[in-house]
């Protein structure tokens, strides 16, 4: 079937189930919430890659993990972690829309990776924190 003959889905697709579970305990933030809790102390991770930074620009004071390691740079018990990743940090993991880091907060959240709960930031209409 080519897809614009595939029946509209009648059920919610099995990766929006996914993230409704993963989302189910997260504290998302917005990007202002997100820099007050970067003010806090907090980690602010942008997983954006390399392409979506250079158009909607760099987030000051944020730390750049390719989301293809995250779990090992922000494990405190990891031999691959970075210097920040310590047990009780708060992590805020930003993406461009609040999917990816919404799947990237929950698995850290299960491997240990951050205590508090990881927080997940929602990027809506181009908004962001303080980008330059």
């Known amino acids: 079937m080519t897809p614009e003959h595939r029946p509209a889905p009648t059920a919610p697709s099995r990766v ?22 970067q003010g806090q102390g907090a980690l602010l991770v942008d997983t954006r890659t390399a392409s979506q930074r250079a158009r909607q620009g760099e987030l000051p004071g944020a730390i750049v993990i390719d989301r293809t390691v995250l779990e090992w740079r922000l494990d405190p018990s990891s031999p691959h972690r970075i210097a920040e ?42 908004d962001r924190p303080a980008s330059r």
């Open 16 to 37: 929006s189930e996914a993230l409704k579970q993963s989302r189910a305990d997260l504290r998302r933030l917005t990007p202002s919430e997100a820099l007050a809790a």
């Open 85 to 126: 990743a310590d047990d009780g940090v708060p992590v805020v993991v930003i993406c461009r829309q609040g999917y990816s880091s919404s799947f990237a907060a929950d698995s850290l959240r299960r491997v240990g990776a951050s205590t508090p709960p990881t927080s997940s930031v929602v990027s809506r209409r181009g």
